[in-house]
């Protein structure tokens, strides 16, 4: 089984046995981009060369075939938006949960006494 954990700094992938026991762990870092100030955005093909390299090395230590895989489980980072197109194609970098650009905004929203907003 293989775990995959992308965080904000780096994606740490784990393959486990069928019991749930750890077998081994790789992790690759991706950059952060600060464009502006208050904003933190991180590229998705940055996100998936990384996902590619950590597995493979995981494989590797594990001396496990890739056919061996039976299952995966994926976690990441929330509040991340990836505008994309009909294909799925990313159309810009990443907005990840520490940029603050529309802070503004939020806290104008913020004032608005709405039902829907209560709900989470």
């Not at 904000?8 to 870092?29: C, H, K, M, Q, Y």
């Not at 940055?46 to 494989?59: G, H, I, N, S």
């Not at 489980?73 to 509040?79: H, K, N, Y």
Request: hydrophobic share 40%; net charge negative; glycine share 6%.
């Amino acid at each position: 089984m293989l775990g995959v954990d992308f965080g904000t700094e780096s994606v740490r992938v784990g393959i486990f046995d069928l019991n749930g026991r750890p077998l081994t762990f790789a992790s690759e870092p991706y950059p952060l981009y600060h464009p502006h100030p208050g904003w933190a955005e991180q590229k998705p093909d940055e996100w998936w060369q990384a996902f590619v390299a950590a597995t493979r090395r995981a494989l590797a230590q594990s001396n496990a075939p890739g056919d061996a895989i039976v299952g995966l489980g994926a976690d990441c980072t929330s509040c991340t938006v990836v505008l994309m197109d009909e294909a799925f194609t990313p159309l810009r970098p990443a907005i990840i949960w520490m940029d603050v650009r529309a802070a503004d905004q939020a806290n104008r929203i913020a004032q608005i006494d709405d039902p829907a907003r209560k709900y989470n």
